[in-house]
């Protein structure tokens, strides 16, 4: 009997359907955009440790071959909090991409139950009913698949692998930030103490100019002019200390803040 056409149409939709859904990509065309930087690969493998925190590749902090320098910042890059959140974002947005990639393959559950029954039965010996417990046990493993033919399941892993290139970008934005504020404090105590010293010995000087021109004016030799002279001159000196002082105490301050320390408990490096 010859068939009408009309009823292999749905049919041969449906194969075609299927096919093309055969051929084509579970996802949608995605091409990532330029990010100015490269995710090291060890974020992705998970090789190094979960808490390893982000170190700048160009140290160039070293130029200045201080070793305290070099102390100072391996202390903010290890103990900073700021730092230590951006990390936490990074590890988050690692997970979320570890998860969205697993929801992409089939998912196994295994399932393990034991059961304990009690049975009664008549004993033909003794003519009295008896019970007895049995134990049984079971094993399953269920396997669960979802087919993303809309390409949901793509998106969500793209997009959480764009939240960890966002993620690792704006912690090496808050390393390189923080370092540099912590190198420009460093430098600035040093130079500080550079100008305490000079003050104090500046002190120190006028204090025995002042006493030369004191004995030098009771031999009548220098004049009251030079007395009051070499009074302002020390008074100036001595009043450039407690500023330059304040100054150092509150670069420490923050210096100290920056490398996860209790300021009025720490030693600044």
Same mark, same amino acid.
């Given at each position: 009997?010859r #068939?009408n056409?009309? @009823?292999?149409?749905?049919?041969? +939709?449906?194969?075609? +359907?299927?096919?093309s =859904?055969?051929?084509?990509r ?11 930087? *490269?995710?090291?690969?060890?974020f992705?493998s998970?090789k &190094?440790?979960?808490?390893a ?6 140290? %160039?902090w070293?130029a200045f071959?201080d070793?305290?320098?070099? #102390?100072?910042?391996s202390?903010v890059?290890?103990n900073?909090?700021?730092i230590a &959140?951006a ?7 690692r997970?979320?991409?570890?998860q969205?990639?697993a929801? /992409? ?7 393990a #139950? ?5 049975? &009664? @039965?008549?004993n033909?010996? *003794? ?7 049995i134990?049984t ?5 269920p ?6 033919? %809309?390409?949901r399941?793509?998106?969500?892993? !793209?997009?959480? $692998? =764009?939240?960890l ?8 934005? +808050?390393v /390189?930030s923080?370092?540099a504020?912590?190198?420009?404090? @460093?430098?600035?105590?040093?130079f500080?103490?550079g100008q ?11 204090? &025995?100019?002042?006493?030369l +021109?004191g =004995? $030098?004016?009771q ?9 009051? !002279?070499?009074? #302002?001159?020390?008074?100036r ?15 420490r301050?923050a210096?100290?803040?920056? /490398?996860?320390?209790y300021?009025?408990?720490?030693k600044p490096?």
């Amino acid at each position: 009997m010859r #068939r009408n056409p009309a @009823y292999l149409l749905p049919g041969f +939709v449906f194969a075609l +359907v299927l096919a093309s =859904a055969g051929c084509m990509r579970l996802g949608p065309d995605y091409s990532r955009p330029d990010a100015g930087f *490269t995710i090291p690969s060890h974020f992705l493998s998970g090789k &190094q440790a979960e808490t390893a925190a982000y170190v700048p590749q160009d140290k %160039w902090w070293e130029a200045f071959g201080d070793s305290g320098l070099n #102390r100072v910042v391996s202390a903010v890059v290890k103990n900073n909090p700021d730092i230590a &959140q951006a990390a936490a974002g990074v590890m988050e947005a690692r997970a979320a991409v570890t998860q969205t990639g697993a929801d /992409q393959y089939p998912a196994l559950n295994l399932e393990a #139950r034991a059961a304990t029954q009690e049975q &009664q @039965y008549i004993n033909p010996i *003794t003519r009295k009913k008896e019970s007895v417990e049995i134990d049984t046990y079971s094993l399953s493993l269920p396997a669960s698949f979802e087919l993303d033919l %809309w390409g949901r399941l793509a998106r969500a892993s !793209q997009a959480a $692998r =764009a939240e960890l290139l966002a993620a690792e970008q704006n912690r090496r934005t +808050v390393v /390189q930030s923080l370092v540099a504020e912590a190198v420009s404090l @460093y430098l600035r105590i040093g130079f500080l103490e550079g100008q305490i010293d000079i003050t104090e010995s500046m002190v120190s000087s006028y204090k &025995q100019n002042l006493e030369l +021109v004191g =004995a $030098r004016y009771q031999r009548g030799l220098s004049s009251v002019l030079d007395v009051h !002279q070499a009074r #302002r001159s020390l008074a100036r000196a001595e009043s450039e200390l407690p500023s330059l002082i304040e100054a150092k105490g509150k670069a420490r301050h923050a210096l100290s803040i920056l /490398q996860g320390k209790y300021p009025e408990n720490s030693k600044p490096e």
